[in-house]
């Protein structure tokens, strides 16, 4: 739920000064995971078990309908998960199409760290996962699947934007029509006291999309990038528009150029607008930057995109100041 205490204005670039240890991720929910994360790096420890540890509070929620275990399913009722895990030396793994495994994150880091490939999908993801000590379970809550059979009473895909406000605040209807549940991504950036950055992605996808659709979230360069030089960038919302521009690597080039991390993301949601001026006017996307110093910033298309960030003196859900419409 969106704590209206933890809301703050956005600071923009001159105000941040940056800061270490450091994360940052996307969403309302962002603000548990970042503690989860934050136990981590407050200890000295890594960015990456700071990533991976904080995305597993939302992955395993039932009420999040957007990431993990309770995520709405395809259209053919399977739950199939999306994740990725980048490191500070450019290391990556990632898996797509996972289906009944409680944490992809961390099926992603084992295929990182153990395997000579950066992704596994569907079945193979599924039996590298069993392999390696994953329990399989059933991931599809009675909640979503009661979304998903009044959905299918119509089966008329209306993506509605920003919807996780929606869904976690306090002050919106608890329970929406099939149609109008949405998707989205928890995108984490970590910056530990080493000053090694670290990043995380995981969803379980666009509702009701096709089985086998495969989105931003899970693909390096397009829905996470991180080089250890410059910073680290991650996306959300409209997958296939991320993927079209590699949209975190750009934001993540942007930064090397000279951008502040705002500058950079807003640059990345402009050339989706100028590519696609009819498309972006019905869809949301936006990017969430940090880079070296410890400096952040987000743009999106739309109004209502929220991310969180937490370091020693804050844990606040912060809301852009800026976006194109």
């Not at 990456?48 to 999040?64: R, S, T």
């Not at 084992?110 to 069993?130: C, I, N, R, S, Y």
């Not at 989105?215 to 410059?230: H, K, Q, R």
Request: hydrophobic letters at 40%; one cysteine or more; proline letters at 5%.
């Amino acid at each position: 739920m969106i704590d209206k205490k933890n809301i703050a204005a956005f600071a923009p670039p001159a105000v941040n000064t940056g800061t270490r240890p450091i994360v940052i991720s996307t969403w309302d929910f962002g603000v548990a995971a970042n503690k989860a994360a934050w136990k981590v790096l407050s200890s000295g420890g890594r960015a990456l078990d700071a990533v991976e540890k904080g995305v597993h509070v939302p992955e395993a929620d039932p009420k999040n309908q957007s990431v993990g275990y309770g995520g709405l399913p395809d259209r053919d009722g399977h739950v199939t998960l999306d994740a990725c895990i980048m490191d500070e030396l450019g290391n990556c793994g990632s898996v797509a199409g996972l289906e009944h495994i409680m944490h992809p994150i961390s099926v992603a880091r084992l295929v990182m760290e153990k395997t000579p490939h950066v992704m596994l999908v569907g079945d193979g993801a599924l039996q590298f996962a069993l392999e390696n000590g994953f329990k399989k379970q059933n991931l599809l809550t009675k909640e979503s699947e009661g979304a998903w059979k009044e959905w299918l009473k119509t089966a008329k895909y209306e993506p509605v934007m920003n919807i996780e406000n929606k869904l976690y605040d306090k002050a919106a209807p608890t329970k929406l029509p099939g149609n109008q549940y949405n998707h989205d991504t928890i995108g984490m950036l970590a910056l530990d006291a080493k000053g090694n950055l670290s990043g995380a992605c995981t969803t379980s996808g666009m509702a009701y999309k096709l089985h086998g659709r495969v989105g931003d979230s899970p693909i390096i360069g397009a829905g996470l990038y991180v080089d250890n030089e410059i910073g680290g960038a991650t996306s959300t919302g409209v997958g296939e528009e991320v993927i079209r521009n590699v949209g975190s690597f750009l934001v993540v080039e942007l930064m090397r150029q000279g951008y502040s991390p705002e500058d950079a993301c807003k640059e990345a949601v402009m050339r989706i607008i100028r590519k696609k001026p009819e498309t972006a006017k019905k869809i949301q996307v936006g990017f969430l930057a940090l880079n070296k110093k410890g400096e952040y910033g987000a743009y999106a298309i739309q109004q209502g995109f929220s991310y969180a960030v937490c370091t020693a003196q804050k844990n606040d859900l912060l809301i852009p100041g800026k976006s194109h419409y």
